[in-house]
């Protein structure tokens, strides 16, 4: 059997990769299609870890823009994950993973709430976690909770799984003919040359924990897999 290439991974999923092409809920073909990819690695032997986003739901800036307070916003947005979360575990348990899911604001009639140590002996013990609620704190990201979750579980690298985006681009590829992909990058060139790859407070946690990241597209079928058996596919992200 080929050796993986990282022992613990954390995987973030963005709400909108739950959504197929309208964009929006919760598409159970498209969360079926991105759970088989899971239980391969899992199968492979790789410790799986899960931040899973929201914005298919509710994002805090969309409540903030119609005039609604930012912080009660976000906690809309922070509860959106938890869907996404019971929405994930759900379709695991049906392919026979084993999963848990943490919330960090307590929901202890759905889910555990998040404690690291209890996190990472599910890992050990070839339990898939989901981390929900964002970092239980409005005015972050869900990017910014996997760079935290994948600091304190330990985990080798953070896979940044994309909507149709296959990596790094100068620019944006839709709107400017001239954008080139970066194979290879540090989280301070990340930051200096403004590049969208996470929010900056992400690429900071990123940065200061030396932690890498690889940024792929998730709509070309055994990406995952490919990524974690050490395949250059997407951009890799140095820590530095
Ligand atoms: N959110 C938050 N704190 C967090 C994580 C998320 O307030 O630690 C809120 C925020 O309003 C955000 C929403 O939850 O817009 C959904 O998360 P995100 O936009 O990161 O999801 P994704 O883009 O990955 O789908």
Known sequence: MVEPKYRRVLLKVSGEALAGEKGFGINPSVVNGLVKEIKEIHALGVEVAIVVGGGNI???????????????????GMLATVMNGLALQDTLENLGVPTRVQTSIEMRQIAEP??????????????????????????????????????????????????????????????????????ELTHMEVISKGLSVMDSTASSLSMDNDIPLVVFNMNEPGNIKRVCLGEQIGTTVRGK
Request: positive net charge; aromatic residues 8%; hydrophobic residues 40%.
């Open 114 to 183: 998040y404690i690291r140590r209890r996190a990472i002996r599910h890992l050990e013990k070839r339990r898939v976690v989901i981390f929900a609620g964002g970092t239980g704190n409005p005015y972050f990201t869900t990017d910014t909770t996997a760079a935290l979750r994948a600091v304190e579980i330990g985990a080798d690298v953070i896979l940044m799984a994309k909507n149709n985006v296959d990596g790094v681009y100068s620019a944006d590829p839709k709107l400017d003919m001239n954008a080139t992909k970066f194979e």
């Open 58 to 76: 509710w994002r805090g800036n969309i409540g903030a823009e119609m005039g609604m307070e930012r912080s009660q916003a976000d906690y809309m």
